[in-house]
C-alpha cells in the first residue's frame, strides 16, 4: 500500500466516532457538573449583590444632601443614618452572639490588610484550582 492510498483509509476509519456505551451516563454526569457550577455561580453572584448593595446604601446614607439641617433631604439623611445605626447595632450584637464581635482587624496598617487580603486571595485561587483539578 502506498503512502498516496494509506492516508485516505485512514481518514475514513477515523472520520466516524463509534458510539460509547456509557454515551448516556457520560451525559448524564456532564449535565450534572454543569448544573452543580450553576448553583455555586447563581450563589457566588446573588451574595455578591446583597454585599454590592448594602455598600451602596452605605454610601447613599452617609451623603450629605445639604448643610441646612431643617431642609428636608437632611431630615431624610437623618432618618437614614438613624437607620443605618440601628442596622450597625443589631448586627454587632448578631456578630457578639457568635462571638466574633471583639475582632479588631482597623488596628492594622494599610500595608498589613493588602497582605491578608492577598493571602486571602492566593488561599482562594489555591482551594479552586484544587477543586477543578478533582473535577477532571
Do not use: C, K, Y
Not at 502506498?2 to 460509547?20: C, G, K, N, Q, V
Not at 450629605?64 to 431643617?70: A, Q, S, Y
Not at 439623611?77 to 462571638?99: K, M, P, V, W, Y
Request: cysteine-free; glycine content about 12%.
Amino acid at each position: 500500500m502506498s503512502a498516496d492510498e494509506f492516508d485516505p483509509a485512514i481518514e475514513r476509519l477515523f472520520a466516524r466516532t463509534p458510539p460509547m456505551p456509557d454515551a448516556p451516563l457520560f451525559t448524564a454526569d456532564v449535565e450534572s457538573r454543569l448544573q452543580r457550577g450553576s448553583r455555586i455561580r447563581w450563589a457566588v453572584l446573588g451574595l455578591a449583590g446583597v454585599v454590592g448593595g448594602a455598600v451602596a446604601v452605605r454610601e447613599i446614607v452617609t451623603i450629605r444632601l445639604t448643610e441646612d439641617p431643617g431642609a428636608p433631604a437632611a431630615v431624610v439623611g437623618q432618618g437614614f443614618e438613624a437607620a443605618s445605626i440601628n442596622a450597625q447595632t443589631a448586627l454587632q450584637g448578631g456578630l457578639d452572639r457568635l462571638g466574633v464581635g471583639a475582632m479588631d482587624l482597623s488596628s492594622m496598617g494599610g500595608m498589613q490588610m493588602v497582605t491578608v487580603a492577598g493571602g486571602a486571595l492566593i488561599a482562594v485561587a489555591a482551594m479552586a484550582l484544587f477543586r477543578l483539578s478533582q473535577e477532571v
